[in-house]
């Protein structure tokens, strides 16, 4: 974990796995932290950038959390469960569209065949 003292506050950046696909970023509170944002793995830098320059204008510490997808899931379930049926489908092909471009573009033979699992979960592939 990174630890990055700014002025008057503190980011705590965990390193991201290279199993991990989400980064979430947490604003501390009187109250303990409180999820701001989630984006995409491949925007870490950017994340970890911008709680940088926003962290002194905080009165808590901002902390990255890097989480995998299962991880994501598992925590919004009751979220996921209660999306309305355009968001569901449209979601759905989201993941079919990452899970088929990792099948095309990635080198190693694990995570292709993680990819294929999940297109034959989703009940697309054979």
Not at 21 to 27: G, K, N
Not at 100 to 113: H, I, K, N, Q, S
Request: net charge neutral; aromatic share 8%.
């Amino acid at each position: 974990m990174a630890i990055l003292k700014t002025d008057r506050n503190t980011v705590y950046a965990y390193e991201p796995l290279p199993e991990d696909s989400f980064v979430q970023t947490y604003l501390g509170t009187p109250e303990g932290r409180k999820l701001l944002t989630t984006c995409p793995v491949a925007d870490y830098r950017a994340a970890v950038g911008w709680a940088v320059r926003m962290a002194d204008r905080m009165a808590y510490p901002v902390e990255l959390v890097p989480m995998t997808a299962g991880e994501f899931t598992a925590k919004h379930r009751d979220r996921l469960a209660q999306m309305h049926d355009q968001a569901r489908g449209r979601l759905r092909q989201v993941a079919i569209a990452s899970m088929l471009e990792v099948m095309r573009d990635c080198d190693d033979p694990d995570t292709r065949a993680e990819a294929y699992a999940v297109l034959q979960t989703l009940k697309v592939a054979p």
